[in-house]
């Protein structure tokens, strides 16, 4: 065994730092900025453009579901890399943004409770203001949005916050507040939610919140000592929400802002004057059927839509609103789908109201943009068409709209596309300038994939059959090959390990490097997309928009739930994959559908949908969906329950049928039963019905404390098992403790966190902590692997002595029986086996350095090297944790002889925060929900695919990379060395032959 | 070769015919007639001490590998308990020793075999056999010496960790899916 000890030090002893040269060789960063938030008018994507630059370099700027505040580059550029994001705490929404000169402000946090103000074009943090607590008892928390506006006034920084739904406040460029008015109101039914502002006057628009009252209110305001002016309120004939309500202002000091909605068809109107006395007005004309915010608010504008719903532009003019334009053939029609308006601006502040629709004729996307102030005061329409991809990027769901290059009769629109896959699109009139994939932000689901071998090395399929001359010609083919071969050895001889990078490898054919280190990640999101990415650079290889099969008419979403790679390289042909997902229809009808792609190239396996159009799936169960599995072995058939606890096979094929027929009364499951707040875990296993399908049916239920909820089912990874024990330095084994059934479960409930280590097919437990928690609220995170179960939690409890609050790393390893040599033999004992709890654990806590996001181990192809653990820390890092430090025999004393034969080493409680095992370089890859471990080829490496709001990869080699040369290896030395040897040999061959005849000669 | 052209006639120095037989013989030289006279009794006597010496030598070669032990003791200890070049060479040499001397041991206990040294029960295994059987066991207590030394430095596999890389489990009867 001692040859074993000493392999096992010259794997400890490599230095696991990531070298500078191997940043972005074996790692790649994606960062995004998560899907733009469109649904309100508060946060959606809108154009900037800076003062003294060319029109061309505006800034677009966009608050995102991923709760990011974010500015892509500069149109000019035709990437789309991010100029700067600001990621705001998970509980601290951000509702509201407006740029303003060059700053822009956020509110953010429930009803506006911190102000924040950054450069615009650096998006450096210049102020941050907490306005009130980040709780509020004044507005229900659907009410997200609401009760918030910002807004200026002319030649000055200050800011006009209104938060909570009732504070109005003037803060400073240097964060003091000059005044703050607080509604005398304070009822919860009056929400303030609309300002409006002139240099001398503040106008605070408000409406009852209930559905049943329907007043406005108005209030005015000094903007100079914030003192109340005057109050009113106007009495509504139908209720109205806050998007009913536009307040129209505008830069000129001759027109007086308005306020506009819309009642009964007619467009009403009131001024706003500081001792608001003026009645509502009405705008002459047709009926109305809606009032459209194009966000020219305080440029005056807005759309309105008629009984055929054409558009209709109204400008603030002087004592009254005016109709300037209306969109021809704008009006409801089969012909192409509901117009989007949309208003945006130039360098010189003159608005532009765009309007942009799907035409089903020509199956394009049309644009018409409408200038006012062009010719001469006539106003100006320029039209176009632009190829929106339809079938990859979903339908538009919002646009921002920028103008540049304006003359006298012509103008050059910039669109930003926001699609329902949430990808963002920079149009140049009919020219895409650049697609960023924001969509990647929301992955669910994600899976390696290996690839195939290149062709040229690639085995012939033997044919026992095939004659003489058949062989002979078939070797004199490959043999025509045999340069590119030689090529390719030399190249791979003198390239290394790293030669498979993104750069060599980006534009070859889909096939694997020489260690495995290229896959396809197959991964899908919530918003209906499915893509399969390059894991050595994270580049798009394909994706395709998941269908919506019969609720395409009504609309709906697909969620993914689960992925499954169904057939491998090794089973033969391409890789496949199946994605397990549900389909919740605008109705609310659930329903289940599998999607069947090629990994490789996206197509869909079962042939129904073609390349360019959208991935149908099949609709397996029309219901929801309880659990998805996959058989194991050779089949990997997925099986799926639905809500009757009934079993569907996929694919449907008489050999996985089979399959699951022989397997059946083998299988156990566990599910959560149970309401939301009770749940429990419950066995299954399954009954086969003669008739029908079988069902399973309850075998056990957990039984956990009432309030205790399910936070997370962790099962183990299925990799194989190296080594069955653990040696110590007596030579003795400690049994690890395998049982397949395992599964480890997080809880929660009031005052404890819980972690258990479950068998699943009895449901005993075999392992069971608890921990203190701060009101239900559970930090905590579990991985676990072969017998090692490790957790991260927050320590709340500090009643002793000598104990602190704090982030602890528990390790913990089950052991068979109760000492060294005890041998159950617990991966093959039946579950009905008494022997099965007779299990140690063996634990050790430690102090952890970070907050972290997710946990995972690494994995490799046997299960050889060391499993590390991989962690995403809260600041944006993915760290590694070696196991040797993580082992809980550390001694507590000076290791002995024995004990150091076993590389146990002294316990120390605070685990390193080593530098040097930061796998993320010094990017800031942020929350990060998921990480994705997969073996490579080579048994040292393992690779690592994080997701979240970033996707971030790279490989590690827990271990050190020791079935590969190093890169230091002098190949030169040995190459020479042996040439120099045969040279050698050569030059005395000639020399030993003739002494050897002399000898004879002369004897 | 060239046979000698002189003899040298050593019969005339014969005690019978010589006038020189009549000179007394010098001081200490007994009467080889004398001598002659005893010749049975005094040639036994020596074959008999012959065998004696020829005994007590079989024995000493039966217990020579133990009257090295202490040395090799000694090299054992100075050479450590890693597993060294050096190390390794004398555990070797104390391992394969003793089964060299025994797969020899009729060869070299053959010039000690009782009897003349063409008689064929010379290389018999019956022959001297309890010195060969004291040969075996020092050679075994070498051989032990050996093997403690193995264990100590860890290369005997006796602990079930040696033995775990050969054991295999096989598929568990129910299988859980997740």
Redesign the interface.
Known sequence: MRWLHFFGLTLCSTVLALYESDVGVVDWHHPLVGVPLTSSLNTPPTFHSIPGRPPTEALLLTATSSNVLACTAHLSLSDSGTAWRFIFAPTDHIIHYQQHRDIVVSLSGPGGSTLRTFDCLTGQLILEKRLHAPHTDHLESDDVGLGAAIAFIPESDDVFALTNGRTVRRIGADGAVRWAWESADKSASVVYAKLVTTPSTVYVISLTKSSTSKTLYISSLSTSTGELVASTSVPLSVAAGPSDVLALSSDAATLIPRVVWLEAGTILSVALVPDLTEKHTSVMGSAYTRIVDIGLQNKGHFVALTMNDTGRVLKLDVDKLKVIWEFTDSGKSGRHADSLYIGGLDRDGFPYIGRVFWSFVVRKASAHVYAPHLAAGQGLVSGFTFNFDTEAHGIISHVALHTAYVKEVDLLPYLALTTSTGAVQLWQGDIVQWTREEGLSRLQVAEMVELPEQKITAAHTVDERDTFVERISRQLTDAKELHLYMLNFVKRFVAGPNASTQKEIAFDSLTRDAFGFRQVIVTANDLGKVYGLDSTSGAILWNRVLGLGWAAQIGGQVIPSKLFVVRTIADGGSPEAVLVAQRRASNGLVDTVLFHVNALTGEDVLGKSPADEVLQGVDLISGPLLEAYQLPGNHKAVILLDEFRQVYVYPETPANERALAKAIGKLNVVLRTGLPGQRQLTGHQFSNADVGRPTAFATWASSLPAGEEILSVIPRPSGPVASLGKVLGNRTTLYKYLNPHLVAVTTASPDTCGVYVIDAAKGSIVYHVSIAAKQGRCDLHATFVENWLAYVYWEEEYQWVGQTKGRRLVSVELYEGSKPDDKTRSSELSSHSNKTLAVTAIEQSYIFPHAITSITTTSTKYGISTKDIIVANENGQIQSFPRLFLNPRRTKDKPTAEEQEEWLVQYDPVLPDDAHRVLSHNYHVANIRHILTAPALLESTSLVFAYGLDLFGTRVAPSGTFDVLSETFNKAQLVFTICGLAAAIMATRPMVRRKRLRERWYQ | MSLPATTLDYVSLGTSNSKRSKLPPPPGFSELAKAQSHSKSSTAAALGSLEALKVKRAWDFAISPVKSLPMQAFMLYMSGGG?QIFSMGIVAMLLLSPFKNVSAMNTAFAPFAPGPPSSPSTKSLTTLPLQKLAYLGCNILTLALGLWKCRS???LP?????W??F?T??????????
């Open positions: 597993v430095m860890g290369l006796t602990g079930t960790g040696d775990l890389a054991e489990r096989g598929p568990s009867p129910e299988i859980s899916l997740f």
